[in-house]
Nanobody, 129 residues
Framework: QVQLVESGGGLVQAGDSLRLSCAAS????????MGWFRQAPGKEREFVAT????????YYADSVKGRFTISRDNAKNTVYLQMNSLKPEDTAVYYC??????????????????????WGQGTQVTVSS
């Protein structure tokens, strides 16, 4: 059974940092694109960041570019999201996602939730002003 488990969320103040982790089990995703999405109360789920299996190709939403960094450790089957200079508008449930196919379709494709086949349960990030 494939599982993606996020951790590292919490309550922080504006300007603080958090590092989210997403540990995969049940199969390896070392050759698959992975991503982070988030959903704020009353809003639709939105793309945050994605990373190719090689780790050398990343893409970010404009709202987080320069503040967030996605990375991965394929040996640990884990993807990370380092979040710096957090803002109250970053408050949301953050979800990790993994694509099933090892065929890479380009970064634009992986900004869409439909590109991913596996999802975690999410971790809450709350940023107070």
């Amino acid at each position: 059974q494939v599982q993606l488990v996020e951790s590292g969320g919490g309550l922080v103040q504006a300007g603080d940092s958090l590092r989210l982790s997403c540990a995969a089990s049940g199969r390896t995703f070392s050759r698959n694109a992975m991503g982070w999405f988030r959903q704020a109360p009353g809003k639709e789920r939105e793309f945050v960041a994605t990373i190719r299996w090689t780790g050398d190709s990343t893409y970010y939403a404009d709202s987080v570019k320069g503040r967030f960094t996605i990375s991965r450790d394929n040996a640990k089957n884990t993807v990370y999201l380092q979040m710096n200079s957090l803002k109250p508008e970053d408050t949301a449930v953050y979800y990790c996602a993994a694509a099933q196919s090892t065929f890479y379709s380009g970064t634009a494709y992986y900004t869409k939730s439909t590109a991913y086949d596996y999802w975690g349960q999410g971790t809450q990030v709350t940023v107070s002003s």
